[in-house]
């Protein structure tokens, strides 16, 4: 079997199994060189802990628990901050590797 081409930067993947690229590509089947792969693992943790980190946000906590009946509207606002972070992250993290 031949080694697959990296997704990101278009290397050969050092193996015939390559990395998997999500989230940082959403491409089922895709596959990444060690080397980008590196990339794609701090993508992983740092969205991992802005996520934590907004989980634990006493402040939303807070906000909900004083206007409950915003609970959807407070959620949906929190879930797309994320959702864009993850987006302006994910591109930058792209942009760097393909330099």
């Known amino acids: 079997m031949n080694n697959p081409k990296c997704c990101i930067c278009g ?6 199994y390559g990395n998997n690229p999500d989230p940082l590509i959403k491409d089922e089947g895709a596959r990444c060189c060690n080397k980008c792969n590196d990339a794609v693992i ?17 402040k939303i906590g807070n906000l909900i628990e004083s206007n409950p009946s915003d609970k959807d509207i407070i959620m949906a606002t929190v879930d797309k901050m994320l959702s864009d972070w ?3 992250t994910r591109k930058r993290y792209l942009e760097d590797l393909r330099k």
């Open 42 to 58: 701090s993508f992983r943790i740092e969205s991992a802990l802005m996520k934590k980190k907004s989980s634990e946000s006493e």
């Open 11 to 16: 290397n050969l993947c050092e193996d015939q």
């Open 86 to 88: 993850e987006d302006t």
